[in-house]
């Protein structure tokens, strides 16, 4: 069954008679028997909440891939009270960590010696595949920049807001655009609530047009909202630029110019960093960590003024 043929003979009749057996009773081979010899179980988990959006499609593509080079890939159904970073009761040969927070989330399996590759995550166990975030607010800044923005604020106020922590993907954007402002010799503008939104959405929008960077899709859809209750429309005197491209992105009025992160491709790459570790002989030393970063791409939509020549 296995396709073995060093040093295991057995008449092709016979071998014949046992293929058709397994395929009139459907066999398949249980991983967790073959495990007890192979002494590796071929199961990947997937750790962290399984119910973001955003990541969903980098978790696809890497499943597709671990599925390909023929691993299992599984994950825990938690409760509301557990982490869900806990690694699941069974044996696994790795993991793949959806945005972990702390090296704690993952310090059990480094010290089990499980190799773990995160996915947007800032810590400093295993290899690590993160959106660029840097290259992100730069995409958006220049957009709005070539849309006559001289002047552009930045906004994080969407349900999840909460203040930055260092390291965090919210403080590498924010740092990006200050660092942009300060090349350009303008002031930074941080919007954190609704109301900092009313306030300089008023004081921009009084002398000339707003152009807004807004760090996620939630940010975007209440400036929009609070725009259109103070008569401000976009994106005929505010522009806005978000920091991801979820479905409602497009469904907006108007529709949200995005910076897209390459979701699929990050979810192919952390999958390859594991096999790679994962294949490795078991002597060999330890490599270092691996750290990619991958920039996304511009998406023009309704939510930007025309680009000025020139």
Known sequence: MNGYTRNFRVRPEVRQRVIDAAIELKYKPNPMVRSIAAKQTN?????????????????????????????????????????????????????????????????ALADRGVPCVSIDGRVGIGDSVCIDEDAGVRLAFERLHAGGHDSIVYASLGEEWKPRTRGSAEDERHDAYASLCEARASVPV??????????????????????????????????????????IRSPDRLSIVCLGDPEMASLATPALTCVRPPLEEIGRVAAGL????????????????????????????????AMQPG
């Open 274 to 305: 594991l096999l790679e570790r994962l294949s490795a002989p078991a002597d060999s030393p330890p490599a270092e960590a691996r750290r990619e970063r991958l920039a996304g791409v511009l998406v023009e939509r309704d939510s930007t003024l």
């Open 190 to 231: 941080s919007i954190a609530s609704e109301r900092d939104a009313a306030r300089v959405l008023g004081e921009v929008c009084a002398h000339d047009d707003a152009g807004v960077i807004a760090a996620d899709s939630p940010s975007a859809m209440r400036l929009l909202q609070i725009a259109d209750r103070l008569g």
């Open 43 to 107: 199961i990947v988990a997937i750790l962290g909440s399984m119910r973001n959006e955003e990541m969903d499609a980098a978790v696809r593509a890497a499943v597709r891939v671990l599925n390909d080079a023929g691993k299992h890939v599984c994950t825990s159904f938690l409760d509301p009270e557990t982490s869900a970073f806990v690694e699941p009761s069974w044996r696994v040969d790795g993991a793949i960590a959806i945005r972990p927070d702390s090296d704690e989330t993952l310090r």
